[in-house]
């Protein structure tokens, strides 16, 4: 597969991205094996802009072998800067599955109160409320209520 092509404004924004990544793959003394291509393949899917440090101080085959990932990776080289190698490929967006019958999660509220006495700081509580319970103003928690059915009566109002 031929490598993606990027234009110099597309790269430069890449690179920036990149200057705080630490190196995910590294190639030994072996070079380039079928391993390591597994491993730049994986970092690639679940980062998509990555940096390989390479142990070789050739530089043409360093540059050789950037090219060599890019192509089979298909791949965008981003930039060769001493013994690291930056490469960028899109990431595949995961398609998710909407759960129609999923209730609420539980989500973390803080609650501040604050003193009667002036110049004390305010206490701070975190609390953790789930999906069946609801936060009432005085800071505490109560389950919330379940829906009674609809009595027969009712329900042949509605109609």
């Known amino acids: ?7 110099p404004a597309q790269r430069k924004v890449h690179r920036a991205e990149a200057h705080h990544l630490d190196p995910i793959v590294m190639v030994g003394g072996d070079g380039l094996t079928p391993a390591v291509t597994k491993e730049a393949d994986a970092a690639l899917k679940a980062h998509g802009l990555i940096k390989v440090r390479v142990f070789s101080d050739d530089r043409i085959h360093r540059e050789a072998m950037m090219q060599t990932l890019a192509d089979e990776l298909n791949a965008a080289p981003i930039q060769h800067i001493g ?24 989500r973390d509220i803080k609650i501040v109160k604050y003193s ?14 789930l999906g069946n319970q609801r936060l009432t103003p005085g800071g505490t928690i109560k389950r919330a209520k379940v829906k009674r059915p609809l009595s027969a009566k009712k329900r042949r109002q509605a109609d």
Not at 83 to 106: A, I, Q, S, Y
Not at 116 to 129: A, D, W, Y
């Open 1 to 7: 597969m031929p490598a993606i092509q990027l234009s």
């Open 116 to 129: 009667k006495r002036f110049g004390q700081r305010p206490e701070i509580k975190t609390l953790r409320v």
């Open 83 to 106: 013994k690291l190698l930056v490469l960028w490929r899109p990431k595949v967006e995961k398609e998710r599955e909407v759960d129609e019958d999923r209730m609420p999660g539980p």
